[in-house]
């Protein structure tokens, strides 16, 4: 596909007139912000139904419009497994998660789980747990604005320097939304981009059924008819046609991808509980009951967009010219799906109008993800292991800001590394790492008695450890033409998700640690305590109203 692919000045001047309201949303209610809690919970002021939308937008990133869009139209209903996995993954948030995670906490996952144990050893374990999920899950953020850009500017994946450029631009955004806007921006910015992510999406679902009579068998008839095969950019052809419509096309080839498609769904199922930015989420809200309020709406919002992403992965398999083969080889991959459906159906303007969406996209979740990062270094890290407890709220903003910065250069650097994989794809990694690191030591701390500073520690490090190394020790990463590094081999372990094997492990080591490692001093009152407030919120942290004489420092970086 050598045409360019509508009017790049069309598509930068919707883009720019989103980035436009955003900044002015954001440096309004900046204004706000005048303590600690204001700039890492807003202040604890958003209500539920608010909350729900800015998760939906947080939650709804490159790899949902992006990535599971192009994995349908190319590997039909094994894409959809990746919606399935998502979705379902948030009744696991709400029932064991949400409510008592708003109770117990304050800032960050840090202060739950060093609620009752050994505070430094447990913070700082927590803290590098939560930057290595927010660095592979920017990883697939920036990995998605590197390919929309390709496809809309037509930048060839061998332009390394022309993507990079584009990706910097994404991150220092990102910068900008949160020295300025803190949790509050962001959560506008979420929020903003959740309605016209919903919005869009529901009108090109509209348009593609219009094209078929609204009815959805239609579209799917024409999907396998115009897509018996597929040529991959290495030469290899593909048998799609009926293959579009039933389980197997990705998944089913071997043994040994079935077990990789089981390791997948456990990772997908399990990995949003233990996503850092999204439980801060629930810290935005007043009470426990708004924290519940937040997950119900967030999964209506988010269930009826994967139904949507059905109808556009298929839309795109059928009313693309040249299919699945045209998505799959395109520049930005399967990942241009979306916008090349939106090009077909409503030329430049429309296609102007969704790529502004998923830049919306990708800054939104961006910016919750650095926010959360810069929040779990300055507040675990620096206020409690460096300065144990004695940093005052001004000192350990500035260094949350210093940090977001520090972020957004490594995550820059890092999607540039990884700007050819399919986002959807990237951010599964991501829910291993945090399903294998996170959650066995979260629920082991709410609900298990006998679990202290040993079992934690054994099972947040175990858990980040195998993990990242099975993933770096994965086809992911090496030994096959899709790989991050292609020329290189040194993929040891068959699966390309990690989860089947460092999710349990996580669980098996925290409870070993736990078991062997001695109890922590006044364990039996701090749990009793902790049960207490969990269950009942009686002590947690109250909305906040700033008073005018704390204002936060300067913007200084």
């Known amino acids: 596909m050598s045409e360019k692919l509508g009017s790049p000045i069309l598509n930068i001047s919707v883009f720019a007139a989103f980035v436009l309201v955003t900044l002015v949303v954001v440096f309004r209610v900046s204004r706000s912000n005048k303590t600690a809690s204001d700039y890492y919970a807003a202040g604890r002021s958003f209500t539920g139904p608010q909350n729900g939308v800015a998760i939906a937008g947080d939650y709804l990133s490159a790899a949902s419009f992006l990535g599971i869009a192009g994995a349908i139209a190319v590997n039909g209903y094994d894409g959809f497994l990746y919606s399935i996995g998502f979705l379902v993954a948030w009744l696991v948030a709400l029932l064991l998660v949400a409510e008592l995670l708003r109770n117990t906490g304050k800032f960050t996952m840090g202060d739950v789980l060093s609620f009752r144990m050994r505070q430094r050893p447990v913070r700082a374990a927590a803290a590098t747990s939560t930057l290595v999920v927010s660095l592979f899950y920017l990883l697939a953020q920036m990995a998605g604005a590197g390919a929309l850009i390709a496809l809309l500017l037509q930048i060839p994946n061998s332009n390394t320097f022309g993507q990079g450029v584009v990706i910097a631009v994404v991150g220092g955004l990102m910068i900008v939304y949160v020295l300025v806007g803190g949790m509050k921006g962001t959560t506008w910015v979420q929020i903003i981009k959740a309605g016209l992510l919903l919005i869009g999406a529901a009108t090109l679902v509209t348009w593609v059924l219009g094209r078929h009579a609204f009815d959805f068998s239609a579209l799917l008839g024409e999907a396998v008819e115009k897509n018996p095969t597929m040529e991959t950019s290495t030469g290899v052809v593909k048998e799609l046609g009926e293959r579009l419509l039933i389980p197997g096309l990705q998944y089913g080839a071997s043994d040994l991808a079935k077990i990789d498609f089981l390791s997948l769904g456990l990772a997908l199922v399990l990995g949003t509980a233990g996503l850092p930015h999204i439980l801060m989420r629930f810290y935005t809200v007043p009470n426990a009951k708004e924290a519940r309020r937040s997950v119900v709406w967030a999964i209506w919002l988010i269930g009826i967009f994967y139904l949507f992403s059905l109808v556009l992965g298929y839309g795109a398999a059928a009313l693309v010219p040249g299919g699945a083969e045209r998505i799959a080889n395109s520049p930005g991959g399967t990942n241009s799906a979306a916008p090349l459906l939106a090009y077909q159906l409503g030329g430049e303007v429309m296609l102007g109008i969704i790529s502004a ?33 004695a940093a005052s709220p001004d000192s350990e903003v500035r260094v949350a800001r210093r940090t977001a910065v520090l972020v957004g250069v490594v995550a820059v650097a890092a999607g540039i590394l990884a700007r050819n994989q399919n986002v959807a794809f990237l951010v599964a990694l991501a829910f291993a790492v945090a399903a294998s690191a996170n959650l066995p030591t979260i629920l082991y701390s709410l ?13 947040i490090y175990g858990g980040l450890g195998i993990s990242v190394v099975l993933i770096v020790l994965s086809p992911a990463v090496s030994g096959s033409p899709t790989a991050m590094v292609p020329d290189l081999d040194f993929a040891i372990f068959p699966l390309a998700n990690p989860g089947l094997v460092s999710i349990p492990a996580s669980f098996l080591l925290g409870a070993v640690g736990a078991l062997l490692g001695p109890n922590d001093e006044g364990a039996d009152a701090r749990h009793a305590e902790m049960e207490v407030r969990a269950l009942t919120g009686a002590g947690s942290e109250k909305s906040t109203v700033a008073p005018k004489t704390a204002p936060l420092p300067k913007i200084m970086v």
């Open 357 to 389: 969406i998923a830049f919306a996209t990708i800054l939104a979740v961006v910016a919750g993800l650095t926010i959360t990062a810069s929040a779990s270094f300055a507040h675990d890290v620096y206020a409690s292991v460096i300065k144990r407890g």
């Open 447 to 459: 609900f298990w008695k006998r679990f202290n500073t040993t079992g934690a520690l054994c099972s």
